[in-house]
Every structure is written in C-alpha cells, then in structure tokens.
C-alpha cells in the first residue's frame, strides 16, 4: 500500500526566510502526489499536485515541490514565509495504480514569526 | 464556480443517536469521498461514492454508511454514535476518482457528548 511520512510534525520560521516541508512517500507505481494546506478550522485547499509530467511543480502562493524518484522525496518549499502561511499542510499520495483513494500524512504545522 | 458545500457545519449530537451530514460537491464532478479526521488518527478514507455506486470503503465499522443522489449529491450516516466519532469529516470532490485532484468541502465538526 502507498504511505507518506512527513517528517517534521512542527516547523518554525520567520518572516520572509524560506520555507521547508519534507514528504517521503512509498508507492508500488508511479504516483500522483499532492500537497494540502488547512488552515484553523476549514477545509483543505489543494497547494499543487505532481502526476507524472514536470518534475518540479509550482503552486499557487509561491509554493513549489520537487519530485525527486531516486529519493522517493516530495519536499515543499517557499522562498519568504508570510504570516498568513501559517497552517497545517499535508503531503499527499493517490492509493494504487488506479487512485482508489487519498492517503494522508500526518501533516506538519508551520508556524511563522514576526 | 461554486466549491464544495457541506452541512450543516457544527452538528452536537448524544452518545447512541445518528447523524446525517451532507455535500453538495461541484457541478459536474461525479466522485464524492469522504474522510474522518481526528487529532489522534490524522486523515483517514470512510468511502467513495461514483455515480451513486459506493466504488471504495475504508477500515470503518458498519454504523458508517453512505449514499449518492443522481444529481452526485452525497450523504453520510453514522448510527448509534460513540464518543470517539467526535471527529471533523470531510467531504472530497473529483472528476475523475477518489486518488485525483480532490476539493474539499469546510466540513462537518462533529461532537458526541
């Protein structure tokens, strides 16, 4: 089965340094990979997804990732944290060659200083 | 285009009792998922609905089940509620499958006393 680890829980940075959240995912097949953020109390908005094209794939607010296979790495990063960046973000893999489902890591929480 | 809606937001319900929640997810989006999440267990897959054919189940007991309306409409019932389904569930919504691009709704907090 697919599984992701994140491996901060807890990440702290200040404003306008760069950002950096790190994924490594386990998949039998070539996977589809997403991040999520959640804010206090919403939903999950989709950051950027990874399916097989560019290897490094730009989001909306200035997040990027890298998809690095020889690693089975999936890094999220950000050149200057802003305060509303503040949140939980989770790395993502599609479960199975057909995507049955979403498999979520354990989300770290990124906290930003002024 | 309208998001992912779901009701109602805050739902306080009693040890033994059931609860319906629902989506509304974006027109023309036939996959409905849906997802438990809890501070001690992250984000865990309850089920997805395809064109009102349950297509996937998660590790969930049986008190949790779903349906699918033709208008992709989806509900979710959980019966005889215990206190460790005091939970947020959200609702995801595709085009192409529960593994693809998911939207999610703001979901349901859902709290059994």
């Known amino acids: 089965a697919q599984s992701v680890t994140q491996l901060d829980s807890h990440v702290s940075v200040s404003e306008g340094t760069p950002v950096l959240l790190r994924c490594n995912y386990s998949?039998?097949?070539?996977?589809?990979l997403f991040w999520y953020v959640q804010h206090p109390n919403k939903g999950l908005q989709l950051l950027l997804k990874y399916t097989s094209a560019a290897t490094l794939v730009k989001g909306i607010n200035g997040f990027e990732a890298e998809f690095k296979k020889s690693e089975t790495s999936f890094h999220l990063t950000k050149p200057s944290a802003h305060m509303s960046d503040a949140a939980e973000y989770f790395c993502?893999?599609?479960?199975?060659?057909?995507?049955?489902?979403?498999?979520f890591g354990a989300g770290t929480i990124l906290r930003v200083k002024s | 285009k309208a998001g992912v809606t779901q009701t109602p937001r805050y739902l306080i319900k009693t040890r033994g009792q059931q609860v319906t929640l629902s989506c509304s997810p974006i027109s023309g989006h036939r996959s409905v998922s849906w997802y438990q999440q809890t501070p001690g267990q992250g984000l865990q897959f309850l089920f997805e609905?395809?064109?009102?054919?349950q297509r996937n189940k998660g590790n969930f007991p049986g008190r949790f089940s779903g349906r699918q309306f033709s208008n992709s409409r989806s509900e979710m019932n959980v019966s005889t509620l215990e206190l460790g389904d005091s939970a947020l569930y959200l609702c995801?919504?595709?085009?192409w499958g529960a593994g693809t691009e998911a939207f999610f709704g703001q979901g349901t907090r859902l709290t059994v006393v």
């Open positions: 995801a919504s595709s085009l």
């Open positions: 998949s039998s097949y070539s996977p589809s």
């Open positions: 993502v893999v599609s479960d199975g060659e057909y995507g049955n489902k979403l498999v």
């Open positions: 609905y395809f064109s009102e054919t």
